[in-house]
């Protein structure tokens, strides 16, 4: 079992559609991360957040908009999507912002945009 | 080219054999982590390397900081050590890691 817990696994939207992803993790790191995944390829940073304050955004276009409303709970607010945003978008934690700790994935949401 | 490459990109091997996954990086690190993915998608990090050798139950990890390398092996492997091995690096400036491509491994029974 994962420390990080992702909801929901799967999620199917319509380009009008307005979603959120959320991961939760209780082991009192202060930073937590949102990647995009594509097949076959690499996880790609999107957003970092430290002590609940966005410290990185990798340019990511405005439809994606990220919320930290505490330590433990991380949000990922979906509107106006594209078919090339389906994705799989991992969450992860680590004690401090890219520090020398392990960060800590959750399984995943698995997006499809129609 | 790539700051962290991986070899080999694909591996076929069979129960019980030994494996090796290699991965190179070109930049100054402060750590090297190596993670798993299964098909279901998520990632757990195995190992995370500054130096040395690190060991855990079969996964044997090693990092060479002078050659910019590392290695990840598997002693006897199984068929649910199937999965993507990732190479990531921690720049010594910090603030990001850098993923390698991935390598994926089949162990067949």
């Known amino acids: 079992d994962t420390e990080v817990t992702q909801t929901p696994k799967h999620l199917v939207m319509g380009m009008t559609n307005k979603k959120s992803l959320k991961c939760e993790q209780h082991?009192?790191?202060?930073?937590m991360y949102w990647y995009k995944q594509k097949a076959k390829k690499p996880p790609e940073l999107m957003f970092v957040?430290?002590?609940?304050?966005?410290?990185i955004n990798e340019s990511v276009p405005s439809r994606f908009s990220p919320e930290c409303p505490n330590s433990s709970l991380l949000n990922l607010h979906l509107h106006a999507l594209q078919p090339e945003d389906s994705a799989l978008y991992l969450c992860?934690?680590?004690?401090?912002?890219?520090?020398?700790?392990?960060?800590?994935f959750g399984d995943g949401t698995r997006l499809s945009i129609l | 080219k790539n700051e962290v490459e991986q070899s080999p990109q694909n591996l076929t091997a069979q129960e019980g054999e030994f494996i090796t996954i290699n991965c190179s990086y070109s930049?100054?690190?402060?750590?090297l982590h190596w993670l798993q993915q299964h098909p279901g998608g998520g990632i757990v990090s195995l190992f995370m390397?500054?130096?040395g050798k690190k060991k855990h139950g079969r996964l044997i990890a090693t990092i060479n900081i002078q050659e910019k390398h590392s290695s990840l092996h598997i002693t006897a492997s199984h068929p649910r050590d199937s999965a993507v091995y990732i190479c990531?690096?921690?720049?010594?400036?910090?603030?990001?890691?850098?993923f390698g491509e991935g390598t994926q491994l089949t162990v067949n029974p």
């Open positions: 992860a934690s680590s004690q401090g912002w890219f520090s020398n700790q392990p960060q800590h």
């Open positions: 082991m009192g790191h202060r930073a």
């Open positions: 957040y430290s002590y609940e304050k966005l410290s």
């Open positions: 930049v100054g690190i402060s750590a």
């Open positions: 390397l500054s130096s």
């Open positions: 990531a690096v921690l720049r010594a400036s910090g603030s990001r890691l850098t």
